[in-house]
């Protein structure tokens, strides 16, 4: 039998991140007192490493290899730079506020490593068995990462609930891709659009398969009604893994779903256009009433996920690539807003005090005036006011809603947006209109200030000067379909 | 001046650069120069505006000092700006009251002065930014980002309701423009792509959708506006904003809802607003008889006013959808008068409340015993809210009522019966508070008003008694204007 060696360049990043978690890991062991400095730096070089990778190998074409189960195309390129960039930022953000807390350990860096290569995974998945890989080598690394902290009974109870709902959900997962192949006969996703193109294929099986498939994104999405975990878990977390859950996962689960549904199902449309409508239209419902009720800010943020999730899922409703490339700038848009937002709650925390509840933003702008103008443009941007970016994330999103003739939704899902800014504007209050309950200082490193503060900004400037981002997403998206 | 100079990009930017300048200087101890930069930073901003009125070309209906740059490509959103004669008179009251709104806060503003007049020139230059916007997108930008600083102003400077009175400001305004939002998204794919504003206005559309169209556009304008039954955001916003905050609110913001009238709901579905007419001049006499009667009931100066807007802003609308000439001729008069009055209203109200902190009618009385300049303003200005003859008050409202009379003899009656409503309610308040015997040991200790406070109220008066004796300079720049969009109207666009 003669072996063909499959063409490794384009997984280049995936193999090099592999390498150095092991070296990550080792250097750990080895290195003197000093260790966990040599874990951070190395670690941010094999972020920068990579992202060189792909950069270097960007390019317009789509390039399978590893016999088809493996897809490098523009989309995937851009979709990794930016999970590099939203790791790198959150273990910036993080730095202090673990260490503080003693879990600066090898594994913290190794585990969170071994979970962006699964997110690489599975942006770059061309079929079902390397996408389930992806996405448990993903999942399975965010449980250990909740669960870091083993002193505390809320992480750990978090820990546990993440782990028995994401493990069924995975089920549900394997069990649509099984239907799938019972009907198809394959496991290649480009193959499978032709398959279902061809109409080979039992139609009633097929949709039973979606159905559980699109069950098992809306678990990984924390879309309504499988929203169930995503509060406890944000809640439990330590600040700093909420972060993370919170923020590069969603980059991932975006290229998962476009995988799945959009360039393996796409000719089904029809059939998952209206499980989503009515997927987006409950997590709006749900996440954006739901948070008005919370005191604790990281439920509260998780409901807004909720939230923003089934707006992320309107996207996909017109099934055009205007849609996708709306539903990529969203996912974008969000993920910058989210890094913001947590790294501001942790720049609140000092040691021994965890900033939990709204009412520790009380007060922000007479504690300091810079830290409250920056969550402010956060908060803003989140309810979707411009000029700040999440306005036109929402606009776009509706355009392209409206534009696939579903002028109601677009109704609804303002109407909601508009009970979400309810919320938003409550943590505005706190900051600027209430009096202090303590005048602690903030005093987070210059680092940490420099970064957040671009990211504030950023915000901001995204929002006057959106095309270069709105440009880009297209563009992936068009290079990709 | 040449055309090629980007004149509406400064009017927009210039006090906005300065409001972040007045921003940075940090807390309380740099007060003063907080207050000088914003001084400079909104007199600049007013002067900048001046040639928009002396370059204007009054005989032609186009836009004009019109800037086109593509802002972002992927939806094909320009930045589009230009104005015509209905925007410039409001562009140059905005600049105008900016600076006077600056001063009326010269003292009186103690605590966080950097964040207080930064947020009032910010939001002039959003302000000029929505009157000057030729583009959907770019209007709703501007439309919306004016709610932040007004929130902040309201929600750190306002009384003790505050907080209530802000959250209600930002949701009910939020509510009405996003559906503005979606209006504004159907129409760019019924036009094929397009957000141009002047392209909307030659699109033709179906009676049904064109009908939905104005709904959402009715909300977002009445609203803002506020017409009866969705105006209960202004006695609270009013009553709690400080001084120039409801200066601001009651000359400035109202006025966009109106702008928004003339500009999106008129042109682009004329067909809807002729069909729905009827509603919106029956909502629009509601507006002035029955809250003119409630202002009558009302013990508090602010709410009383307040309510006065909300009677006077029912005149614009009702000349709107008169739909002839006379009737939104007079609507604008209107507009800009009732932003003079209002706004010194207001400063009256607050020279009051500063030396007593009292807004209730009943702890005044025998003001004109120790304020006698104060007293001799606060009637000029009560006379011209009532619509005396000569005042600008007056000017406005004669033209609706007369326009009125063509279409209907009883909406010009109900209508008319403002005047005596106007008259009651605000002369009743004014002799209460001004006239009569010194009420009580704190009326007696007052002093007359400052320097400061009289250069304010004499420019307010300058511009009520000109605009009263001689509106032709007003009415000249308006007229080719409205001439092409009652053009509009009366062609249907179906």
Request: glycine letters at 8%; one cysteine or more; charged letters at 10%.
């Amino acid at each position: 039998m003669n072996f063909i060696p499959p063409d490794f360049a384009p997984a280049s990043s995936e193999i090099f991140m592999l390498i150095m978690v092991c070296v990550v890991m080792l250097a750990d062991l080895t290195a003197g007192n000093n260790r966990r400095h040599v874990a951070y730096l190395l670690t941010q070089i094999t972020l920068l490493g990579c992202a060189l990778l792909t950069f270097i190998s960007f390019s317009t074409e789509v390039n399978h290899t590893f016999h088809g189960m493996y897809v490098d195309d523009s989309m995937s390129d851009i979709l990794k730079l930016m999970v590099y960039g939203t790791v790198s930022a959150v273990l910036i953000y993080s730095h202090t506020y673990v260490s503080d807390r003693g879990m600066l350990r090898g594994e913290f860096f190794s585990l969170i490593l071994f979970a962006t290569l699964g997110m690489m995974v599975m942006i770059s998945a061309s079929h079902f068995l390397t996408l389930y890989i992806g996405l448990e080598l993903l999942s399975l690394s965010l449980y250990a990462l909740v669960a870091l902290r083993r002193d505390s009974q809320l992480a750990t109870e978090a820990a546990m609930k993440f782990f028995v709902l994401g493990a069924l959900a995975s089920g549900f997962l394997l069990y649509g891709m099984s239907m799938v192949y019972g009907a198809t006969g394959t496991l290649h996703i480009s193959q499978l659009a032709q398959i279902i193109q061809s109409e080979a294929s039992s139609r009633e099986v097929l949709v039973v398969g979606l159905v559980f498939i699109v069950a098992g994104i809306s678990f990984k999405l924390s879309a309504a009604p499988f929203h169930m975990w995503a509060p406890d878990v944000y809640q439990g977390s330590p600040t700093a893994i909420t972060l993370f859950i919170g923020s590069a996962p969603k980059l991932a689960a975006f290229g998962f779903v476009m995988r799945l549904l959009i360039e393996g199902m796409g000719e089904m449309s029809a059939d998952w256009q209206g499980m989503l409508v009515i997927l987006a239209v409950l997590s709006m419902a749900i996440g954006n009433i739901a948070a008005i009720a919370q005191e604790n800010i990281k439920r509260m943020l998780a409901y807004s996920t909720i939230s923003h999730m089934g707006f992320l899922l309107l996207g996909f409703i017109s099934a055009d690539s205007n849609g996708y490339s709306s539903a990529l700038f969203y996912v974008i848009a969000y993920v910058l807003m989210t890094l913001g937002t947590f790294a501001m709650i942790m720049a609140l925390c000092r040691n021994g005090f965890e900033a939990e509840n709204i009412s520790d933003f009380k007060g922000l702008s007479k504690r300091n005036a810079w830290y409250a103008f920056i969550t402010l443009l956060l908060m803003l941007s989140l309810a979707g006011i411009p000029p700040m970016i999440g306005f036109y994330a929402k606009f776009a999103v509706l355009q392209a809603v409206v534009n696939a003739g579903f002028v109601w939704l677009a109704v609804v899902a303002v109407i909601f947006s508009l009970i979400g800014a309810f919320y938003y504007l409550r943590i505005i209050k706190l900051m600027y209109f209430d009096e202090p309950e303590t005048d602690e200082p903030i005093l987070p490193n210059s680092d940490v200030k420099i970064l957040l503060s671009a990211n504030g900004l950023a915000v901001l400037a995204l929002g006057i000067f959106p095309q270069a981002l709105m440009g880009l997403s297209l563009y992936a998206i068009q290079n990709s379909m | 001046m040449s055309f090629e100079f980007p004149l509406l990009s400064l009017i927009i930017w210039l006090p906005i650069v300065f409001g972040i300048a007045v921003f940075a200087t940090g807390n309380d101890t740099n007060a003063q120069l907080a207050r000088w930069i914003s001084l400079i930073g909104s007199t600049l901003g007013f002067l900048v505006a001046i040639p928009l009125y002396s370059g204007f070309d009054i005989t032609t209906s186009s836009m004009q000092f019109v800037e086109n740059y593509v802002w972002f490509e992927r939806f094909n959103v320009n930045y589009h700006l230009g104005v015509d004669g209905i925007s410039m008179p409001l562009i140059l009251l905005n600049c105008l009251i900016t600076p006077i709104v600056v001063v009326a806060g010269w003292e009186v503003i103690k605590q966080r002065v950097s964040q207080y007049m930064g947020a009032f020139l910010v939001m002039s230059g959003i302000v000029n930014g929505v009157f000057s916007s030729l583009d959907a997108i770019l209007f709703y930008v501007f439309w919306e980002a004016s709610l932040i600083p007004m929130f902040l102003i309201i929600g750190i400077w306002g009384g003790p309701n505050r907080v209530y009175a802000a959250i209600k400001f930002f949701l009910y305004t939020l509510l009405g423009s996003l559906l503005m939002l979606i209006a504004f998204i159907y129409l760019y794919k019924t036009s094929e792509g397009s957000f141009s504003i002047e392209d909307y206005h030659k699109l033709s559309i179906p009676l049904t959708p064109q009908i939905f169209l104005f709904i959402a556009f009715l909300l977002a304008f009445a609203v803002k506006v506020p017409m009866w039954p969705v105006h209960t955001w202004l006695p609270d916003a009013h009553v709690e904003a400080p001084t120039g905050g409801s200066v601001v609110l009651a000359a400035i913001l109202l006025k966009l809802g109106g702008y928004g009238f003339l500009r999106f709901s008129l042109p682009i579905v004329p067909d809807a607003s002729l069909y729905l007419a009827d509603m919106m001049i029956a909502l629009s006499l509601i507006a002035v008889v029955y809250i003119g009667l409630i202002a009558l009931m009302q013990a508090d100066m602010k709410k009383l006013i307040a309510y006065s807007s909300v009677a006077h802003m029912g005149f614009v609308t009702l000349g709107f959808f008169l739909m002839n000439a006379y009737g939104i001729e007079g609507a604008m008069v209107q507009m800009i008068s009732h932003g003079f009055i209002s706004g010194a209203m207001f400063l009256c109200v607050g020279v009051l409340y500063d030396r007593l902190h009292s807004r209730q009618i009943a702890d005044y009385g025998g003001v004109v015993n120790k304020m006698p300049v104060f007293a001799a303003f606060f009637m000029l200005f009560a006379m011209a809210n009532a619509g005396l003859p000569g005042t600008s008050g007056f000017v406005g409202e004669f033209m609706v009522i007369m326009s009125a009379v063509q279409i209907n003899f009883w909406y010009a009656f109900l209508a008319a019966t403002t005047l005596i409503f106007g008259a009651a309610y605000t002369l009743w308040m004014y002799k209460r508070v001004v006239f009569g015997a010194v009420a009580n040991s704190a009326v007696e200790g007052l002093q007359d008003i400052s320097k400061r406070e009289f250069i304010l109220l004499a420019i307010l008066a300058f511009f009520v008694l000109w605009i009263g004796i001689y509106p032709f300079p007003l009415v000249e720049v308006m007229h080719s204007t409205i001439d092409h969009l009652l053009i509009h109207l009366s062609t249907s666009k179906l």
